[in-house]
């Protein structure tokens, strides 16, 4: 079997959680017998086998962002003729895998990672993009042949938002992880060369400065714990300026009043950050909306505890008194997850990391307790094998 498996992220331009799925996903893939997988990705050209990318159109350099995807989308679609499926990754890749379902007679599955409606900020960076980034994932979701959900919490949403697709064509397979990648790490060396002392008490977060990660709230969060509980901060690629000058002034703010703030914007390369995630005490994960996150994956899989929301598909990884702690929100149903009471939420998050750092032996053991989970539950293997369950459901 063939499966041409489209993405916008592919390694090594990789900056999200979908990014990361799709990689592990395509390797666990390519290690069956019997199944072929291409990979057809945005950027710069890859030299890996069975790999192509495809640049922006020049042509469309100066359009909204949402029509340069749809340009790259467009010169994918030939070159998927003699696959058996196609299976697209975000809306960046939907129209892609939409066409190319519709041009060559094969079956399109659709990864649901995150969901436009959900997202409304997104018109902040978008401004009119978001529309039609809105309609490409529509039309794809609804004519898709398959809908893989990362979450049951995700599978909701799927049909929340588009009450048309026949709830039979959405299946939950999670996210997974790899823990031979990720696994714990001790070396104080390099940790204290990026910043952090491996010594004293400390809370990392890892991910994208947008709305729906959550970080001005936690920002205001950390700003009540014990000053000498250390922050690092490995947060990049903003999406608009306005959540970048907010997210800098708390930081400042934060290191104006205490010392071991430190922000790394750069991604950093993986033995860097699993070394900062075996370090830390806790890991936070303040997401407004997270359909599963697999950022808590990847911390439990280097023995460390996690202090997340209670929202999305964070409950289905995250074990509360076992491998971490679930901090109760409650939200706006407008689709933009906003904390109804924002101040409340922020004191529950506080004083949950407050929990979590102080007592480092406690936090250790939900740490080892989250890898043992990791490995039992969320393993590559199984969620390649009912992958192609579900492609060969669609294809005999």
Request: aromatic fraction near 6%; hydrophobic fraction near 45%; glycine fraction near 8%.
């Amino acid at each position: 079997m063939r499966v041409d498996v489209l993405s916008k992220e592919y390694p090594p331009e990789v900056y999200g959680g979908a990014g990361v799925h799709v990689a592990e996903l395509v390797r666990a893939l390519r290690s069956l017998p019997d199944v072929e997988a291409l990979v057809r990705c945005f950027g710069a050209a890859r030299s890996e086998e069975g790999t192509t990318a495809y640049a922006e159109p020049d042509s469309l350099a100066a359009t909204n962002p949402a029509i340069r995807t749809l340009g790259v989308d467009l010169a994918m679609v030939d070159d998927c003729a003699g696959a058996d499926l196609v299976h697209s990754h975000t809306w960046y890749a939907n129209m892609a895998g939409h066409l190319a379902g519709l041009m060559h007679g094969i079956p399109h599955v659709v990864s649901a990672h995150s969901l436009e409606p959900m997202r409304p900020w997104k018109a902040e960076q978008l401004g009119g993009g978001y529309a039609l980034s809105s309609w490409v994932e529509r039309t794809a979701y609804e004519g898709a042949a398959g809908i893989v959900a990362v979450s049951s919490a995700m599978r909701d949403d799927v049909l929340h938002s588009y009450p048309s697709v026949d709830p039979a064509k959405v299946t939950v397979i999670h996210n997974g992880i790899d823990t031979s990648d990720w696994s714990p790490v001790a070396d104080p060396d390099r940790v204290r060369a990026l910043g952090l002392d491996p010594d004293r008490r400390s809370v990392i977060f890892v991910g994208r400065i947008t709305r729906q990660k959550g970080l001005p709230l936690f920002l205001r969060a950390v700003a009540q714990l014990p000053p000498d509980v250390q922050l690092i901060l490995c947060a990049g690629a903003p999406d608009t300026p306005e959540i970048a000058a907010e997210v800098r002034g708390l930081v400042d703010g934060l290191a104006a009043t205490r010392d071991g703030v430190v922000w790394i914007e750069e991604m950093l390369p993986r033995p860097d950050v699993v070394a900062l995630l075996t370090a830390a005490t806790v890991f936070a994960c303040p997401s407004i909306y997270e359909p599963l996150g697999i950022v808590n994956l990847e911390a439990m899989a280097c023995e460390t505890a996690v202090v997340a929301t209670a929202t999305g598909g964070i409950p289905e990884v995250v074990q509360h008194g076992s491998t971490g702690w679930l901090v109760p929100i409650d939200q706006a149903t407008d689709g933009t997850g906003t904390p109804l009471d924002p101040e409340q939420y922020v004191a529950d998050l506080a004083a949950a990391l407050d929990d979590a750092v102080s007592d480092p032996d406690r936090a250790r053991a939900f740490g080892v307790a989250g890898r043992q989970r990791a490995i039992e539950a969320f393993s590559w293997d199984a969620i390649a094998a009912r992958t192609v369950d579900l492609y060969r459901s669609l294809t005999t």
